[in-house]
């Protein structure tokens, strides 16, 4: 399906930083404003520093004022396609668990609702203070 959001997904994919996994990864996030930020996964030679595709894009996001986001595309070259990590899902959900997240490989895609993925998320709701 002809889809812009992939187009720049994959096109952040080319800049993923992934010297040590070799694992490259893109993401786009759609802002409900309209707006779309990419991210690609940034690694580091102290390796539990990496960041994900999926946080990069939400952090360009945030950095520029959008706080309510429709969809992600994330796109890798693994099958099936990789899907948001854990921390990734935890970073996300704390925007709204009803994002769509679609994830492409190179063989196949697969879909989800954020709340799929990550049920009974800890929100802000839970602690009380918004
Ligand atoms: N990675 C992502 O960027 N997003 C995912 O959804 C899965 C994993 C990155 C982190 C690391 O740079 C590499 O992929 C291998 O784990």
């Given at each position: 399906m002809a889809d812009p959001m992939l187009d720049l997904a994959r096109a952040a994919q080319e800049q993923a930083y992934a010297p040590y996994s070799r694992f490259?990864?893109?993401?786009?996030l759609e802002?409900?404003?309209?707006?779309?930020?990419?991210?690609?996964?940034?690694e580091n030679a102290s390796y539990g520093l990496t960041v994900c595709a999926e946080r990069t894009a939400l952090g360009a996001?945030?950095?520029?004022?959008?706080?309510?986001?429709?969809?992600?595309?994330v796109v890798s070259d693994?099958?099936?396609?990789?899907?948001?990590?854990?921390?990734?899902r935890q970073a996300l959900a704390e925007f709204g668990g009803s994002l769509q997240v679609r994830a492409v490989g190179p063989e196949r895609e697969q879909h989800w609702t954020l709340e799929a993925l990550l049920p009974d998320a800890f929100t802000a709701r839970r602690l009380g203070t918004s």
């Open positions: 490259r990864v893109g993401a786009a802002a409900m404003d309209g707006r779309i930020f990419v991210g690609c996964n940034v996001a945030v950095v520029a004022g959008a706080r309510e986001f429709r969809r992600i595309v693994c099958d099936p396609p990789a899907s948001p990590c854990g921390a990734c």
